[in-house]
């Protein structure tokens, strides 16, 4: 697993840890994240930190990460299997997706979700 790999990984086991802080930590301030829950996007931490906790009031995902692709612009692509539950614990999706970060030094600039 190299360095980046395994910082997603990281990143990843926060965030379903919801331990904001540590996945805030490895996000670019100006980052652009999507909203993946309610459209649109997102930028900076702040706004990111607040679209979670919208999110995690309402629906219980996981996301855990089941491949990794370097891409020639620099870019890693993620494979990961997202399993989202109602607050109740019953399952509403379970499907592999695509997560794609650009990076600005170590920092998380962007992410954008491929089907």
Excluded: C, K
């Excluded at 995690?56 to 399993?83: F, K, L, M, N």
Aim: aromatic share 8%; proline share 6%; no cysteine.
């Amino acid at each position: 697993m190299s360095d980046v790999e395994r910082r997603l990984a990281d990143l990843y086991a926060a965030f379903n840890r919801r331990d904001v802080p540590a996945v805030l930590a490895a996000l670019a301030p100006d980052v652009l994240w999507p909203n993946g829950w309610e459209g649109g996007t997102v930028r900076g931490r702040e706004a990111v930190a607040g679209y979670w906790r919208r999110q995690w009031a309402e629906i219980d995902p996981s996301v855990v990460p089941v491949g990794y692709e370097h891409e020639p612009d620099g870019r890693v692509a993620v494979a990961v299997r997202q399993v989202v539950r109602d607050m109740g614990g019953g399952v509403i999706a379970d499907q592999v997706v695509t997560h794609v970060y650009r990076f600005d030094g170590d920092a998380v600039a962007e992410m954008e979700i491929r089907p």
